[in-house]
């Protein structure tokens, strides 16, 4: 009767570690679960955050781009109107910077994000204007 009960205290405890294993893994899984959902979330924070930097990007491009537009009639307003015959040195310096809308633009994005300085640019204007 001694090893009867010994074998089946040993299965009963065989069957407790089980469970016990059992539940270790539903616990594992709910944290995993946590886990999923935490990153859920924060994706969704970044997605809605894309949306924003979107429309900033955008806004910017557009005021660069208008400012491109002015900068650029405005230079070829004054050079038309003083009628001045300029050396090709002075030419070529005023096509590569505001020549046309799109140099304008990149000019105008060169100066603010690249950190090329805008008193070069500011006195190519005053110069030719």
């Known amino acids: 009767t001694f090893f009867l009960n010994m074998e ?11 469970r016990a294993l059992r539940v270790i893994r539903i616990f594992r899984a709910f944290r995993f679960v946590q886990v999923f959902s935490d990153t859920r979330v924060m994706v969704k924070c970044v997605v809605a955050s894309l949306t924003s930097l979107l429309s900033s990007f955008i806004m910017i491009f557009f005021i660069f781009y208008l400012l491109g ?5 405005s230079m070829s307003t004054s050079l038309k109107s003083n009628e001045v015959a300029l050396d090709p040195a002075a030419r070529s310096e005023i096509d590569s910077t505001f020549g046309s809308v799109q140099q304008a633009t990149f000019t105008l994005y060169r100066s603010v994000f690249h950190g090329d300085d805008w008193d070069v640019y500011y006195q190519v204007l005053i110069r030719f204007t």
């Open 69 to 73: 537009l002015l900068l650029t009639q």
């Open 8 to 18: 089946a205290t040993s299965a009963m405890s065989v069957a407790q570690s089980l």
